[in-house]
């Protein structure tokens, strides 16, 4: 995500890659809350609050040195990437409230009984509609990194691994 | 302590928002339960629709349930479909540019 700005270590990359994989995961999931049925929507979309913070912790050098250079000299794609992440907050956030509002299982749950809220309903779907679109251009945007990453974590260690076997095969 | 804090920064900015958020909609009276204009159900031809207790009314999803048919992929396949249209739209082009900017060096 950060490599033009900020230099991460090789576990913080691991853990944001196995973390943006769970958040990838747990954003379609809960797009479709007639198929998961709303109890896991619900509380899906409540635990992904935690991940998500975690998700913006771990970007925290990004978002305060483009936070800092912003008005400055910046390149296009940080700025666009800055821009794009910010829209993905507010419309994230959109959600979560739309969604406590016209909650019927986990606010309630929890003890919080809310209004039955009419514009609620059609704001929940329509920033919803809005965050798929804008999760595609974020993935988009960072494809180069996800690839290399996945390629880097994920297929060249078992490529290795292969290669192992077979090298091992070999010499019997 | 680093951590704590910047986690209260994201979560206030997270509050500041919503309360914006749930501020503008009252205030604009879309909350209100005629607000949209359109007409509503009104089962005997008189009387204003309430919504069931306990919630919102959503009349579409117990029906399309009991169809039966594999709707989790639908909804599946398209968004994943949205998403990658949007990567090859965007990153596609991107990396043909790179490449070819690597062959021009």
Redesign the interface.
């Known amino acids: 995500m950060s490599t033009e700005v900020i230099k991460t270590t090789s576990s913080q990359t691991k853990t944001k890659l196995w973390l943006d994989v769970a958040l990838f995961i747990a954003f379609?999931v809960t797009?479709?809350p007639?198929?998961?049925g709303l109890a896991i929507h619900e509380w899906l979309s409540l635990s992904v609050?935690a991940v998500m913070?975690i998700h913006?912790?771990l970007s925290?050098d990004w978002i305060k040195e483009i936070t800092r250079r912003f008005l400055g000299k910046l390149g296009g794609l940080n700025r666009t990437n800055y821009i794009l992440n910010w829209l993905l907050?507010?419309d994230g956030?959109?959600i979560?409230?739309?969604g406590a509002?016209?909650s019927?299982v986990a606010l309630?749950y929890l003890g919080f009984v809310l209004p039955?809220?009419?514009?609620?309903?059609?704001?929940h779907d329509m920033s919803a509609n809005i965050g798929?679109?804008l999760?595609?251009?974020h993935?988009?945007?960072h494809?180069?990194w996800i690839v290399n990453t996945f390629g880097k974590y994920l297929f060249q260690p078992i490529a290795r691994m292969f290669a192992i076997k077979a090298n091992k095969d070999a010499s019997v | 302590m680093k951590?704590l804090i910047?986690?209260l920064v994201?979560?206030a900015?997270?509050f500041t928002?919503?309360g914006a958020?749930?501020m503008a909609?009252n205030a604009?009276g879309?909350?209100?339960?005629d607000?949209?204009g359109e007409p509503r159900f009104r089962p005997d031809g008189g009387e204003e629709f309430r919504?069931p207790e306990?919630?919102?009314f959503r009349p579409?999803?117990g029906d399309?349930?009991e169809r039966g048919a594999p709707?989790?992929m639908f909804?599946?396949i398209k968004?994943?479909g949205?998403?990658a249209?949007?990567?090859m739209?965007?990153?596609w082009p991107?990396?043909l540019a790179k490449k070819k900017k690597k062959q021009a060096v």
């Not at chain 2, 879309?30 to 339960?33: E, G, L, Q, T, V």
């Open positions: 379609l797009m479709d007639h198929s998961s609050i913070t913006l912790l925290w907050f507010i956030t959109l979560m409230v739309s509002m016209i019927e309630p039955p809220g009419f514009a609620w309903r059609r704001l798929l679109l999760l595609g251009v993935t988009a945007l494809w180069n | 951590t910047r986690t994201i979560l900015v997270f928002l919503s958020m749930v909609v604009s879309a909350n209100a339960p607000f949209d919504p306990g919630g919102e579409e999803r399309r349930e709707r989790w909804g599946l968004n994943v949205v998403i249209v949007l990567v739209v965007i990153a991107r990396s």
